[in-house]
């Protein structure tokens, strides 16, 4: 069976190159689903809490929400970090705190300190779906993205077989050390 979680993320992008209007800066609020798949957890008769789903996918996504995305080609990149340098944001800013976990993919590379995503191919709605898969798939057993941004909606299904033991009292997923982070259960 499945569970699935959903959230907005609300960013801005553009098409460097394309031809039409997405090629100008401008903003969304896209729209997420994320489903896993596993067989029921029987001790709490569930696949997966959902709100642990969309914690373990939030600590990543948040870097995403309220910021700029950019191909990593885009002129805007330069000029932009070069305002953000003069006005001395680039580095951070206290009242920036909503701020997820650097990372670095094949894919995209995220920059809290300034909420700046650089990725390497267009962020369309189908790049959004390989950016999250390559930063949850070993997190999540996901079986389906879909990323809904205004009228460009995409969805792809993946074969995801992580093998994630769950604590038979609360779901979650046990620490590399066979306990819930939650309750202390600890795998015999
Ligand atoms: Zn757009
Ligand atoms: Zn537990």
Redesign the pocket.
């Known amino acids: 069976m499945r569970s699935f979680t959903s959230f907005d993320l609300q960013y801005a992008h553009r098409f460097y190159g394309f031809r039409g209007e997405a090629q100008y800066l401008h903003g969304h609020t896209g729209h997420l689903t994320i489903e896993v798949e596993d067989s029921i957890n029987e001790g709490v008769n569930m696949v997966f809490p959902c709100n642990e789903i969309k914690k373990t996918a939030w600590d990543v996504l948040k870097n995403f929400d309220h910021a700029l995305v950019l191909r990593k080609d885009d002129p805007l990149l330069p000029a932009i970090l070069g305002v953000y340098d003069k006005q001395g944001i680039r580095e951070g800013h206290p009242q920036n705190k909503m701020k997820g976990e650097a990372f670095k993919t094949e894919l995209a590379t995220a920059y809290p300190d300034c909420r700046l995503v650089v990725t390497k191919e267009t962020m369309t709605v189908e790049g959004m779906i390989k950016i999250v898969y390559e930063l949850l798939k070993e997190k999540l057993n996901i079986v389906k993205i879909t990323f809904t941004s205004g009228d460009n909606a995409a969805s792809a299904c993946f074969n995801t077989c992580n093998e994630i033991d769950r604590?038979p009292?609360?779901g979650?997923a046990l620490n590399d050390n066979g306990v819930?982070p939650?309750?202390?259960?600890k795998k015999k």
């Open positions: 604590c009292w609360c979650i819930c939650k309750c202390g259960y």
